[in-house]
């Protein structure tokens, strides 16, 4: 029995038509293989339910809410078996539960354990499509869990990767692009990226793929390739090595990611245990720290610049006012219109000077960069939000991305 496993995001189930076009892309499939498909809600839907849940209280308790705002992938999936079946398509629609897709116990973020491939198979036997919800599973106290938003690509790859299964994401973009092309018009569709540089895309800002998907990926060596629902293509293959004879880019993307602010306290004393005082209390109202930057002065004060997501700034900032009160700190200041642009490429690894460059090309357009981090493959800068169109530009194009 050959496998094959879909994933169809919301845009693609997104109406009556979407779910029909769809359904045709299900049904050529079926043809040659037994086809799971892994569905979103219908666009829009998990905000909707999101928003319904806010009508009766701020802080919804975890459990409710995931049973709430799971529940979108379960009308995708029954609604499109419904159709499949009308259409002499043998399929049925498999909540999580049935599965089951078990996770971890915490709600909201949770993450996938273990699927029984079993249960899969054999449903196999009597249908030739299975719909399965994405973004959702059930932990071992039997209570339904949501894997964070996006998280329906996380459930198709770790879905492919029990079934030992290529995956295939459908979506309304045609690929992975150097760039997000609404900022810079001559970002290339890439043919084929390896699954490490598409996880520092990914969690540098690029929406595509939900950076667990793409972990998960790795981790189970599963080739996933991103595929339009709605034109013809053949889309952008991510897997674990580039085949040799692909012309190996230094620099294969650029992500961005607005979704960060910046933290600054200034003139604390120079000390052992001084950046466990100042981002201890952060950690404390869980709040993710990314980039951390200390540097000391001659006057043997230093100064500590951190980011948080946007989200948290406020609560962030007054932490912060308060340790700078204990530790009689000289200032404290904030940004929360920063941009977070990071170039990624494996050829890095190979080639010495892509920082220098990057930084002379923004001097040479006047952007200042106020953080700087780098990891193997990727470099990363914070500028200000203003500054977002030009650097992306003219890094696409020194950086030969263009062509
Ligand atoms: N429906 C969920 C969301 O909107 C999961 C997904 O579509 O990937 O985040
Ligand atoms: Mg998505």
């Not at 159709?83 to 993450?111: A, D, F, G, V």
């Not at 595929?227 to 040799?244: A, P």
Request: proline letters at 3%.
């Amino acid at each position: 029995m050959s496998l094959f496993v879909q994933k169809f995001g919301g845009t693609s189930v997104g109406s009556k038509e979407a779910i029909i076009r769809s359904a045709s892309i299900i049904t050529k499939w079926s043809k040659k293989y037994k086809v799971v498909a892994v569905l979103s809600a219908m666009s829009g839907e998990t905000d909707r339910l999101i928003g319904l849940t806010k009508l009766f209280s701020k802080n919804p308790n975890p459990y409710d809410y995931d049973n709430a705002i799971s529940s979108g992938e379960n009308v995708s999936c029954s609604l499109m078996s419904i159709y499949l079946n009308s259409t002499k398509i043998r399929s049925k629609s498999l909540m999580s539960w049935q599965i089951p897709i078990l996770t971890s116990e915490e709600h909201m973020k949770s993450r996938i354990l273990k699927i029984d491939r079993n249960k899969i198979l054999k449903e196999f036997s009597k249908n030739d499509v299975l719909l399965i919800p994405g973004f959702q599973g059930i932990n071992s106290k039997n209570e339904i869990t949501t894997l964070g938003r996006g998280g329906s690509d996380t459930s198709a790859v770790a879905v492919a990767a029990s079934l030992d299964a290529e995956c295939i994401i459908y979506t309304d973009v045609d690929g992975v692009y150097t760039t997000d092309p609404r900022i810079s018009p001559g970002a290339k569709k890439i043919d084929q990226i390896t699954t490490e540089e598409m996880l520092e895309l990914s969690s540098q800002g690029s929406k595509v793929l939900q950076p667990r998907a793409v972990e998960f990926a790795g981790k189970y060596d599963i080739g996933i390739r991103v595929l339009s629902t709605f034109e013809e293509g053949t889309g952008t293959l991510i897997k674990k090595e580039n085949d040799d004879n692909m012309e190996k880019a230094i620099i294969s993307g650029i992500a961005f990611n607005q979704d960060e602010a910046q933290l600054n306290i200034r003139g604390v004393p120079d000390q052992p245990g001084i950046a466990s005082l100042i981002l201890g209390p952060i950690a404390d109202l869980n709040i993710d720290v990314d980039m951390i930057v200390q540097n000391v002065g001659e006057d043997g004060l230093a100064n500590f610049t951190f980011t948080v997501p946007r989200n948290d700034y406020k609560v962030a900032m007054q932490s912060l006012e308060r340790s700078a009160k204990k530790l009689k700190a000289k200032k404290v200041k904030g940004n929360n219109e920063i941009v977070k642009i990071s170039m990624v490429g494996v050829g890095m690894r190979t080639h010495a000077g892509i920082a220098s460059k990057m930084f002379s090309v923004l001097a040479k357009n006047n952007i200042n960069i106020s953080m700087i981090s780098t990891s193997e493959i990727k470099i990363s800068v914070v500028t200000n939000e203003d500054n977002l169109e030009t650097a992306v530009n003219v890094l696409h194009k020194e950086f030969n991305l263009d062509k």
